[in-house]
């Protein structure tokens, strides 16, 4: 595929394969940038590093026992998800929840791996993506959340925008912030563990995160964050994508610097766009999605 010319890519886009990851990446651009809002919102970055450990893990026992290590991944970070979600009444407390969950994940994940003299080179490849080998089961995981994450969003828009502005606040005006933070820590991730084939645990950020990161740059309020941060992921994604099939290179970091080219162009936007709605909150709180 070296030195591939434009008109290449036309044969290139009718393989199988090449439809297909890019489905996934086009299916990735609607759900999982949402999650980069929580993520953000929450201020809970430590949790997608954390579950990048229990992934692991997850693909190590899928190994040992025979099972789809994507599957067990899969699972092993939504019960982990779930499993820390009562400790995410704080950030500090969460924060030191996840070191311990990485420290124990990935030991628990080599002690595994050595243990079962199963080959770890295999497992540590899925840390770095294989969009190509995104198979059906991937594009179904991937829709249901292209579905779940946005109708999640506007059905329950008023209380996320309360809970990500401030939780305290949240719980004043009765939301159910304890259920509600364990819904989206589970969708936290299981998009972690959804992403791993398309760009690889350690660069997840690019389909997450970084959207996120310019959208709060550019909106004013939850909803008009949402769907920048949906519009953004879309851009980057099939850009990056089909800059990758040009040049013949791996789709994960391209898309992790086309998305960075995107947020540094988004902290171009004047300061006094964001000012604007940080001082509505005060009258409105609502329109606020972070208290940061």
């Known amino acids: 595929m070296n030195g591939l010319a434009a ?39 430590p949790v997608r590093f954390a579950m990048m450990h229990v992934a692991l893990l997850g693909i190590a026992i899928g190994l040992l026992t ?21 400790l995410a009444r ?11 969950l990485m ?13 079962s003299g199963v080959n770890a080179q295999g497992a540590f490849a899925l840390l770095w993506g ?10 179904w995981l991937l829709g249901v959340l292209a579905v779940v994450v946005p109708a999640l969003f506007w059905w329950r828009r008023r209380d996320l925008a309360l809970l990500l502005y401030d939780r305290e606040l949240a719980l004043s005006s009765g939301v159910r912030v304890d259920l509600l933070t364990l819904v989206l820590l589970v969708l936290v ?34 909803k008009s964050i949402t769907a920048w941060a949906v519009g953004i992921g879309v851009v980057v994604n099939l ?4 800059v990758a099939l040009k040049l013949d290179w791996p789709p994960g970091p391209v898309l992790v610097l086309t998305a960075g080219v995107v947020v540094l162009a988004a902290h171009l936007v004047p300061e006094r766009r964001i000012s604007s709605w940080r001082a509505s909150a ?4 609502v329109s606020l999605p972070s208290s940061h």
């Open 7 to 45: 008109a290449d890519l036309g044969p290139l886009l009718q393989l199988v394969p090449v439809q297909r990851a890019g489905a996934a990446l086009l299916l990735a651009a609607i759900g999982l940038p949402v999650i980069g809002v929580v993520i953000v919102g929450l201020d809970i970055m």
């Open 66 to 86: 025979g099972l789809d290590p994507m599957l067990c991944a899969l699972v092993a970070c939504a019960l982990a998800g779930a499993g820390v979600a009562p």
């Open 90 to 100: 704080t950030p500090d407390g969460l924060s030191g929840a996840m070191g311990l």
């Open 103 to 115: 420290s124990l994940a990935i030991a628990a994940a080599l002690l595994v791996l050595s243990v």
């Open 130 to 139: 294989s969009i190509l080998s995104v198979g059906t089961a991937d594009l």
């Open 189 to 222: 991730a299981v998009s972690v563990a959804g992403a791993i084939k398309l760009t690889g645990a350690l660069l997840v950020d690019a389909l997450t995160l970084l959207p996120a990161l310019a959208a709060r740059r550019l909106g004013t309020s939850l």
């Open 239 to 242: 850009t990056g994508f089909l």
């Open 282 to 285: 005060s009258a409105s709180p």
